[in-house]
Each structure stands twice: as C-alpha cells, then as structure tokens.
C-alpha cells in the first residue's frame, strides 16, 4: 500500500504508475589556465527529484489528491512494497492529472517533486 501524507490528511492511490528519479551531482571543476586537468571540488549529491505517478480509482479521487499537494506544505510519501520510494518532498513543478486510456475510468495524478529532509 502506497500512502502520501502532511501528517494530518493521508491519501491513498492504488499503486505508483511510474517514478522517476535524479540527484544532481555537487562536484565543481575549476578551469586552471596552461593546465589540460582541472581541478575537483567533490561534494555530496543532492536529494532526489523526479516525477511521481499515482493511480486513482476514479476522476473525483485524483482531483481531490491533486488539490491537496497543490497546497503549501511538505509531504511524506510512503510504500510499503518499496520501501526505497519513501520520502519527505515538495512539489516544485506541474501536477498533471490523466484518464488511463484503458480503462476511461482510473485516472493518474503525475507530481513533479523534490525530495526535503525529513
């Protein structure tokens, strides 16, 4: 069971239709003239970003999922059967909502996001 939650208010889809993910490296290279090389300044990778795609079972569900991460606050996204999509994260872009085309009934809610530290 996939849950997403802002600690009050849970909503429940009927699974994750797709998830993207992408950490942006925080490694800096630093031209040196007369040099072939450059020069690394290593650091950590960011949190994960991506897209989230939630199956609903009717239009009305995922409208009502689609107005509540549209408001202001942090949300908890947790899987039980994957526990490695677990996270706490933002929406930073669209939030799309989709008839599936086979069945003209379930409808996907897709979320771009951004992982936040819990």
């Given at each position: 069971m996939t849950t997403i939650s802002d600690g009050?208010?849970?909503k429940t889809p009927i699974l994750v239709t797709g998830w993207r993910s992408s950490r942006a490296s925080g490694n800096v290279l630093h031209n040196?003239?007369?040099?072939?090389?450059?020069?690394v300044t290593f650091r950590t990778?960011?949190?994960?970003?991506g897209d989230l795609g939630l199956l609903f079972p009717t239009l009305e569900a995922a409208l009502d999922c689609e107005a509540f991460v549209a408001?202001?606050?942090?949300?908890t996204l947790v899987d039980a059967d994957h526990p490695g999509l677990n996270m706490s994260f933002v929406v930073t872009g669209d939030i799309s909502v989709d008839l599936d085309d086979e069945t003209r009934e379930q409808t996907i809610v897709t979320i771009t996001y951004r992982q936040v530290t819990p």
């Open positions: 009050t208010t849970t040196i003239i007369d040099r072939v090389d450059d020069e990778a960011g949190l994960r970003q408001t202001a606050h942090k949300l």
